[in-house]
T-cell receptor, first 114, second 114 residues
Framework: AQSVTQLGSHVSVSEGALVLLRCNYS??????LFWYVQYPNQGLQLLLK??????LVKGINGFEAEFKKSETSFHLTKPSAHMSDAAEYFC????????????FGKGTKLTVNP | EAGVTQSPTHLIKTRGQQATLRCSPI?????VYWYQQALGLGLQFLLW???????NRGNFPPRFSGRQFPNYSSELNVNALELEDSALYLC?????????????FGPGTRLTVL
């Protein structure tokens, strides 16, 4: 069964610093991959997704992620953190086989320090 | 374009009662998904409805049930509430069944069981 692992439940960066949030998936067949962001007391907002094609995916708010099949990774980055980026970030993958079930990682809470 | 809407925003119940949560998908979306986000447990897939039928179910007891109406809105019912049912319940919708299409999330219903 598909699983998604996010390394680091909490990440803290300074404003202006690089943001790197890690995500690894377990499937031997590359799944569709997503990053969502959740601000306090809100639902999930799609940041970006990878289906096929270009492995570097650009999303909203200056975020991007690179699909690396050899490393089964889909890490999320942003060159310069902003205070408004403080939120919880979830990596998710669709299970292969058309079960339409999104499998989520446990989430990484990003803190941005002034 | 209106996003996914959920009602109520907050719901407080006592043990043993029943809770009903409602979701309206994005216009044109036929698939509706329900997720439970409990503290410390991450996002867990509950149910998937498409074209009025239950298509998939997560690892939850039968007292979690729901339905999808002809207008594609959906209802989640939780019977015989237990304290551990306290969580944020998120609804998502997608355009097409079988396409592993992007799921768009609503703001959630916060259920508190006392």
């Amino acid at each position: 069964a598909q699983s998604v692992t996010q390394l680091g439940s909490h990440v803290s960066v300074s404003e202006g610093a690089l943001v790197l949030l890690r995500c690894n998936y377990s499937s031997s067949v590359p799944p569709y991959l997503f990053w969502y962001v959740q601000y306090p007391n809100q639902g999930l907002q799609l940041l970006l997704k990878y289906t096929t094609g270009a492995t570097l995916v650009k999303g909203i708010n200056g975020f991007e992620a690179e699909f690396k099949k050899s490393e089964t990774s889909f890490h999320l980055t942003k060159p310069s953190a902003h205070m408004s980026d403080a939120a919880e970030y979830f990596c998710a993958a669709y299970s292969q086989g058309g079960s339409e079930k999104l499998v989520f990682g446990k989430g990484t809470k990003l803190t941005v320090n002034p | 374009e209106a996003g996914v809407t959920q009602s109520p925003t907050h719901l407080i119940k006592t043990r043993g009662q029943q809770a009903t949560l409602r979701c309206s998908p994005i216009s044109g979306h036929t698939s509706v998904y329900w997720y439970q986000q409990a503290l410390g447990l991450g996002l867990q897939f509950l149910l998937w409805y498409d074209e009025g039928e239950e298509r998939n179910r997560g690892n939850f007891p039968p007292r979690f049930s729901g339905r999808q109406f002809p207008n594609y809105s959906s209802e989640l019912n939780v019977n015989a509430l237990e304290l551990e049912d306290s969580a944020l319940y998120l609804c998502a919708s997608s355009l097409n069944r079988g396409s592993t299409d992007t799921q768009y999330f609503g703001p959630g219903t916060r259920l508190t069981v006392l």
